[in-house]
């Protein structure tokens, strides 16, 4: 069986940045949901793309095939990343909102006066503000969904509120970048469809932490970023592929009418592409099954599971460890019976500090976290955090106990103060 914590020393030992010390002690990168940091075979592989095989597109010519051959090979592992039935229906793109801001457009295209479409409270602004635009510009209403402020979570009765046989669209996040709740993304599809409306998911904040499989999730679209799971900045779209051929995109003529490159505009980052494609690899490689050459999918979702078991018990003690500092408000799940229903990331408050203070001060003794709103405007509107907003903790696979127990004997000595 797979276990994180047994491979710990071989994981952090893959990442490079993790030995870097802060005034003489290690530090702890909480930082994750900004950006995870990466290992050196990715940072190996976008190298040696761009060293040894940087050519432009369907040349004759060994560099241009080599790209050729790397881009159908990305096309494939994302596929697998992702469980889509065919490599054709996943898009690159320079990152998530690049990508949502381009798709919208040709949706939009589809709305009429009077239709509906729905966006969420507990989104991050990419998934909330390309919609609120395309409507716009459709002429169509928008509504957010609620949230239950309690507990940080989507308000299911909200949704069952707004949606309407008029509702076209439904855009949604699968988990909370600030506050860390999971939303049921199979449940959102099937009531979405019982309406007639199309499901976008935001799976960015979910995919480091939970295997994804958009045929089980039964979602119409579903973009990530493989900088939040150690590769580079780059987007990935998924779409159903009848969709990806009836629709419409922005697209200039040098794109292609086909699949998967109708959706790809411009020249693309070739070794970006490579490198994001290759820290899927990595995570199979998490894996105790052993690589037969053609199981990418299956080693992804045992090292996902692994990795969100291990998580788990991070986020557990992360969050008992703050219950236990008086002067300390967590926000989202907080119950040890439902850890499973959040990704690891946890968002606080430390009584009379400023979020950018108490970052300050855990930044100057080597643990980095993140102040403010994280771009979740809506969430941190209905928690009441606004203007100074929370402290976001993060944790990742390559992060320990023993550095969430500094980091809380930081929290601790500042609350204390
Ligand atoms: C949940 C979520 N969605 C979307 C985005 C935007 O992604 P990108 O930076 O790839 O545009 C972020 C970035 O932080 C995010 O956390």
Redesign the pocket.
């Known amino acids: 069986m797979t276990n994180i914590a047994h491979q710990l020393e071989s994981i952090r030992s893959q990442f490079p940045s993790l030995a870097r010390t802060i005034n003489g002690t290690p530090a702890v990168y909480l930082d994750g949901?900004?950006g995870t940091q990466v290992p050196q075979r990715v940072v190996d592989c976008i190298s040696n793309s761009m060293l040894h095989h940087n050519a432009n597109r369907s040349g004759r010519f060994a560099t241009s095939r080599e790209v050729d051959e790397q881009m159908s090979q990305s096309h494939r592992v994302f596929a697998d990343f992702l469980g889509a039935a065919s490599p054709d229906s996943i898009a690159f793109g320079p990152?998530?909102?690049?990508l949502?801001l381009q798709f919208s457009r040709a949706l939009a295209k589809q709305w009429r006066p009077g239709d509906r479409i729905l966006v969420s409270s507990l989104?991050?602004d990419?998934?909330f503000t390309p919609w609120v635009l395309a409507a716009k510009d459709a002429g169509v209403e928008v509504k957010a969904i609620g949230i239950r402020s309690s507990d940080a979570t989507l308000d299911m009765n909200s949704l069952d509120e707004l949606l309407t046989d008029r509702t076209r669209l439904v855009a949604v996040?699968a988990?909370?970048?600030a506050v860390g709740s999971l939303t049921p993304i199979r449940e959102i599809a099937n009531r979405s469809h019982a309406v007639g409306a199309e499901l976008f998911v935001?799976a960015?904040?979910l995919a480091p932490h939970r295997s994804i499989d958009v045929t089980e999730l039964d979602c119409d679209f579903l973009?990530c970023?493989a900088?939040?799971f150690f590769g580079p900045?780059i987007?990935v779209l998924y779409g159903r592929t009848q969709r990806m051929l009836e629709l419409t995109p922005y697209k200039l003529r040098p794109a292609p009418d086909s699949l998967p490159g109708r959706w790809m505009t411009g020249t693309q980052n070739h070794a970006c592409i490579a490198g994001a494609a290759e820290a899927v690899e990595y995570i199979a490689s998490l894996s105790t099954i052993a690589d037969s050459g053609s199981n990418l999918r299956f080693r992804i979702m045992d090292a996902m599971k692994a990795i969100s078991e291990y998580e788990t018990q991070l986020v557990a003690h992360l969050i008992q460890g703050l219950a236990s500092i008086s002067g300390i408000r967590t926000f989202g799940i907080t119950g040890s019976q439902r850890m499973v229903e959040r990704a690891p990331t946890v968002c606080f408050q430390v009584d009379g500090r400023k979020s950018i203070d108490v970052a300050q001060y855990l930044g100057d003794n080597g643990v980095f976290s993140w102040h403010g709103n994280?771009?979740a405007l809506p969430l941190t509107q209905a928690l009441g955090t606004e203007p100074d907003g929370m402290v976001r903790l993060g944790c990742m696979h390559y992060n320990t106990v023993d550095e969430i127990d500094r980091t809380l004997e930081l929290i601790n000595r500042l609350s204390a103060r």
């Open positions: 949901p900004a990152n998530m909102t690049s949502t989104d991050h990419a998934n996040t988990a909370s970048n935001d960015v904040h973009v970023s900088y939040k900045h987007g994280y771009y």
